[in-house]
């Protein structure tokens, strides 16, 4: 068994996107990535102008040791055997833990990121099972950073979960000269009967679960949940140009909000949605000389809104298209051994009350070795008018970026400070 330095995980799925020269030997190989820091992150009250919202008023402070910072922690396998003339038979079982404690993450999923069986041909490559949505690899091949709790680019996929990954998946690479590009389908990626923020064992199709989470997977033959989206990056000298595209038929799947109702924890029925679609627009241009990197996306996403009673009218939705918007840019500053980098982003609704969501990052990171980094994050994130960051989360359809897990308050703001090592093997 051998061992394979790997700059990061994502850094591992762009290379296996690619079905060249990365699985060019018959072997099985470990590996993974540690990302761990020391953090204050902090939540203000915020100002709830309707009381539908106030249960999402929270003050918060925590001082602890958290995952995944920078980037996301990972161990996986990936094996591969040279079938000849071509062809490559490849599997990848990937899973994630909480540095902090060992637990595993993605709702307890032993290989939660990525679990799945490939062929690889001359022309292109085929795979089954739980993997990267398409899409996801839009804002990959961009981002300054690692997809860790600072990374401001998951906004530019308009982070609903299964614009990161599907369950059941099948889909096809193909990687030709500054081109790469997949397709893919899945009759179910992740969307369950009833949609709220519930996750982990006490979420199901009676009680609900949140998009992506590990219940809701199960193929049905509503064809909830089908799935297919595609994805192509052209490299042309130091311009890498990518658009990503995705479509889910949510089939009228109910979504709730948890509110406490007496003291007890209820889901009351909010909306309904039929489809939903994303797509983004990015570009990355590094001035190697320079040690400089520039990058930006865009992207717009929709969701098919229905049945929308009085509650859901109470905190702004109402029948039609739900459509959100997401601008993120970025630069990367190299020296030595030294990096500085910052991004900024902005996700808003683009119809009913406008709300939005502005945040920043700045990090500074000293590579030790090859393997090993120390770094330091700040991240900011503000609300104004009740912004998707509020709103979509707290109904389960949308995973987005929370500092340390606080969230934040209608019109407030989360900070995070961090200081923390990650080490890639």
Sequence with gaps: MQKRVLSSAIALALTALASGSALAQSSVTIYGNVDVAFDRVKRTYGEVVNPALSALNVKQSMTRVGPDVSSQSSLGFRGVEDLGNGYKGNFVLEGQMGVDNGALLRDGRLFGRQAFVGLTTPYGEVRLGRQYAPIFFSSAVITTERFGSTDQFVEGGLSNSLNIRWDNAVTYSLQAGGFRGQLGYSPNAGVPDKINAQRGSSANDTTGAIVGGINSGVEKTSGRGRSFGGFGAYV???????????????????????????????????????????????????LKDLGLLFTGSFGRGSYDINNAGGTAGLVGVTNGDLRVSSLVLGTRYEIGSMAFLGQWSETKFRNDSRGKNRAFTLGAEYSLSKRTTVYTRYEEIRDKGVGPAVLLAATGIREVPTIGGLGISPNGKSTQLAL??????
């Design 236 to 286: 042309i000298d130091d311009l890498t140009l990518s658009l990503g595209y995705g479509r889910t038929n949510f089939a009228n799947a109910q979504v709730q909000a948890i509110v406490p109702v007496s003291g007890v924890a209820t889901a009351v029925d909010l909306f309904k949605i039929k489809d939903y679609s994303v797509w983004n627009l990015g570009a990355k241009y590094a």
């Design 420 to 425: 923390g090592v990650r080490h890639n093997f």
